[in-house]
């Protein structure tokens, strides 16, 4: 069957939200490069976080239309907490999801951000789980093991060091314009 990567996709490790990343993305898309025709290999290796606007299949696309009706549920979400207007953030929707809003609402409990970040990538997962329905052996199967990769990867890459490096960064740079207003300044 053409299109079809039995071994392939057979042979990589099962994916977890909840547990650490059992295979690095550069080491799936080597795997992939040996596999997939050089076009789709490079759609492959063009997916991120971000929805795009033009979709290399039909998983894809409904995969942003989802993804991007949860970030405008989350814009509108801290846009209200805000006493704001969301409309300045918001991207247009192709589809409905009844759920989504209720769903974003209850992973926004006020917690903690960890928790809550952790309940949005849990519902991203759920949504990458039902699109897998009917897509077991071919190049769509491929994108949502590369998406959900994608997702373990965004977890990997937190760590206590960096955020307080970061975190340090943005009080250092903001030390100057704070010492500039305490002296009575507007701010530059």
Same mark, same amino acid.
């Given at each position: 069957?053409?299109?079809?990567?039995?071994?392939?996709?057979?042979?990589?490790?099962? +994916?977890?939200?909840?547990?650490?990343?059992? @295979?690095?993305?550069?080491?799936?898309?080597? %795997?992939?490069?040996?596999?997939?025709?050089?076009?789709?290999?490079?759609?492959? &290796?063009?997916?991120? %976080? @971000?929805?795009?606007?033009?979709?290399?299949?039909?998983?894809?696309?409904? *995969?942003?239309?989802?993804?991007?009706?949860?970030?405008?549920?989350?814009?509108?979400?801290?846009?209200? %907490?805000?006493? !704001?207007?969301?409309?300045?953030?918001?991207?247009?929707?192709?589809? &409905?999801?009844?759920?989504?809003? %209720?769903?974003?609402?209850?992973?926004?409990?006020?917690?903690?951000?960890?928790?809550?970040?952790?309940?949005? !990538?849990? +519902?991203? *997962?759920?949504?990458?789980?039902?699109?897998?329905?009917?897509? &077991?052996? !071919?190049?769509?199967?491929?994108?949502?093991?590369?998406?959900?990769? @994608?997702?373990?990867?965004? *977890?990997?890459?937190?760590?206590?060091?960096?955020?307080?490096?970061?975190?340090?960064? @943005?009080?250092?740079?903001?030390?100057?314009?704070?010492?500039?207003?305490?002296?009575?300044?507007?701010?530059?």
């Amino acid at each position: 069957m053409a299109g079809a990567f039995y071994y392939l996709l057979s042979s990589l490790p099962y +994916l977890d939200l909840h547990r650490p990343m059992p @295979i690095a993305r550069a080491d799936f898309l080597a %795997r992939c490069q040996e596999q997939l025709a050089h076009a789709d290999y490079a759609q492959l &290796t063009e997916l991120g %976080r @971000i929805p795009r606007e033009t979709a290399c299949c039909e998983t894809e696309a409904r *995969w942003n239309a989802w993804e991007t009706a949860l970030r405008n549920c989350f814009v509108r979400l801290r846009a209200a %907490r805000r006493n !704001d207007l969301p409309d300045a953030w918001l991207h247009p929707e192709s589809e &409905t999801f009844a759920e989504l809003e %209720r769903q974003v609402f209850e992973a926004f409990d006020g917690t903690n951000p960890r928790e809550e970040r952790l309940a949005l !990538d849990q +519902l991203r *997962w759920q949504r990458l789980c039902e699109l897998e329905l009917g897509h &077991t052996f !071919d190049f769509e199967a491929l994108v949502i093991y590369h998406l959900k990769l @994608i997702l373990l990867e965004k *977890w990997a890459n937190l760590n206590v060091e960096r955020g307080l490096a970061a975190l340090d960064e @943005i009080v250092q740079a903001r030390i100057p314009q704070l010492a500039f207003v305490e002296h009575g300044h507007a701010k530059p």
